[in-house]
């Protein structure tokens, strides 16, 4: 066994609390794409541009298509076998009565497929499946709606994708179509998901640049890390480029605080995987291959 990995081990076995920053990387291998990079692109749009309050406000129809989109991915997508070492974690913190905590970048639900309700597991940044209402005057909010499409004018997305990966016949060439070559349709307002109350726009239930994070969730965050009768031990840092504030940030507090760092990615630098910078391990490779093999150490 490499060196690396049987001294995370020994310190994954010991510690008495850890947590888990989890992006989009783990959900990769489960067929779904990245933020950034080249992957990061529907329709030719880049998909970060998508993510914003502004986006929607201008273009709803845009933003709801590439929304219904990801909605439908996701829910033909499986979870890995890296969501279920993390649920294998918490299972086994829990029954040793160790601390664990699991926040989560991703909307997709992957961790609620294979058990629709985990207490550490914090979706930072919501839930594809969860409907809001845009109006100021409305509290209206719809969980667990795995409703494909949404509307009937939102269908298209699916067909989109099916075909994704279909051969051009005209030009006898085998082509990988990807849904970023497809024009975005011109859908009317009134053709988008409206709230059953008062009849404004919905809006997926996710958290957008700009917008802030579930208040109770930053708050329970906050208080873990900083309990100082229980210092976190180690945060495993997966599949995610660090890029966005706040998560990134709890990566640097938890190690101020002595906890010390594994990072589980495609792409890591030479000098973390060689085990030459302090205190942290670098796994290189897909997570969902990874975790597994890594987190069975108790
Ligand atoms: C693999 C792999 C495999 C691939 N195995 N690994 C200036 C102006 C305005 C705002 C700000 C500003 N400066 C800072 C801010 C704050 C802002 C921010 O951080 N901006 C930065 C970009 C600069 N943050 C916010 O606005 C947050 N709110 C907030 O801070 O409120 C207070 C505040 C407001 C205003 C100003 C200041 C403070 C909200 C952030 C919400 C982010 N939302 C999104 C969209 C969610 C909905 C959706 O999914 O559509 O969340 S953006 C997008 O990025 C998404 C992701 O969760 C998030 C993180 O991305 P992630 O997961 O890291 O994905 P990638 O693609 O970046 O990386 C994938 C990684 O996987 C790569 O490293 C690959 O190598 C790896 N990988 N395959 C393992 N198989
Ligand atoms: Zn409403």
Same mark, same amino acid.
């Given at each position: 066994?490499?060196?690396?990995?049987? %001294?995370?081990?020994?310190?994954?076995? #010991?510690?008495?609390?850890?947590?888990?920053?989890?992006?989009?990387?783990?959900?990769?291998?489960?067929?779904?794409?990245?933020?950034?990079?080249?992957?990061?692109?529907?329709?030719?749009?880049?998909?970060?541009?998508?993510?914003?309050?502004?986006?929607? *406000?201008?273009?709803?129809? &845009?933003?709801?298509?590439? *929304?219904?989109?990801?909605? *439908?991915?996701?829910?033909?997508?499986?979870? #890995? #076998?890296?969501?279920?070492?993390?649920?294998?974690?918490?299972?086994?913190?829990?029954?040793?009565?160790?601390?664990?905590?699991?926040?989560?970048?991703?909307?997709?639900?992957?961790?609620?497929?294979?058990?629709?309700?985990?207490? !550490?597991? *914090?979706?930072?940044?919501?839930?594809?499946?969860?409907?809001?209402?845009?109006?100021?005057?409305?509290?209206?909010? @719809?969980?667990?709606?795995?409703?494909?499409?949404?509307?009937?004018?939102?269908?298209?997305?699916?067909?989109?994708? %099916?075909? !994704?990966?279909?051969?051009?016949?005209?030009?006898? /060439?085998?082509?990988?179509?990807?849904?970023?070559?497809?024009?975005?349709?011109?859908?009317? !307002?009134?053709?988008?998901?409206?709230?059953?109350?008062?009849?404004?726009?919905?809006?997926?239930?996710?958290?957008?640049?700009?917008?802030?994070?579930?208040?109770?969730?930053?708050?329970?965050?906050?208080?873990?890390?900083?309990? @100082?009768?229980?210092?976190?031990?180690? =945060? &495993?840092?997966?599949? /995610?480029?660090?890029?966005?504030?706040?998560?990134?940030?709890? =990566? @640097?507090?938890?190690?101020?605080?002595?906890?010390?760092?594994?990072?589980?990615?495609?792409?890591?630098?030479?000098?973390? =995987?060689?085990?030459?910078?302090?205190? /942290?391990?670098?796994?290189?490779?897909?997570?969902? !291959?990874?975790?597994?093999?890594?987190?069975?150490?108790?």
């Amino acid at each position: 066994m490499n060196n690396q990995l049987k %001294e995370f081990q020994i310190y994954l076995k #010991n510690s008495k609390k850890v947590i888990a920053l989890v992006g989009a990387g783990l959900s990769a291998s489960s067929g779904l794409p990245v933020f950034r990079g080249s992957q990061g692109l529907w329709k030719n749009y880049n998909m970060i541009d998508l993510a914003t309050p502004d986006s929607f *406000y201008i273009d709803p129809s &845009l933003v709801w298509q590439f *929304y219904s989109w990801r909605r *439908y991915t996701s829910l033909k997508a499986q979870p #890995n #076998n890296g969501h279920r070492a993390l649920i294998n974690l918490v299972d086994e913190f829990k029954s040793k009565n160790r601390k664990v905590l699991i926040i989560s970048q991703n909307v997709d639900g992957l961790f609620n497929r294979i058990r629709p309700k985990i207490d !550490e597991i *914090y979706d930072i940044h919501g839930n594809l499946f969860t409907l809001k209402c845009t109006s100021f005057l409305c509290n209206y909010i @719809e969980k667990n709606n795995f409703k494909q499409p949404l509307t009937p004018a939102l269908n298209e997305t699916e067909h989109e994708f %099916e075909h !994704e990966h279909e051969i051009d016949e005209s030009t006898t /060439t085998t082509t990988k179509n990807s849904p970023k070559f497809h024009p975005v349709k011109s859908l009317d !307002e009134s053709q988008l998901p409206h709230c059953p109350i008062c009849k404004s726009l919905l809006r997926p239930g996710v958290v957008w640049f700009g917008e802030s994070l579930p208040l109770d969730l930053i708050t329970k965050i906050d208080n873990f890390i900083e309990d @100082e009768d229980s210092i976190p031990d180690l =945060v &495993l840092v997966i599949g /995610t480029s660090g890029t966005v504030y706040p998560a990134n940030s709890y =990566v @640097e507090r938890i190690k101020l605080k002595g906890g010390k760092v594994a990072i589980f990615n495609t792409d890591i630098d030479d000098k973390i =995987v060689q085990g030459q910078v302090n205190d /942290t391990w670098g796994f290189k490779g897909d997570a969902a !291959e990874l975790l597994p093999i890594a987190l069975d150490c108790f």
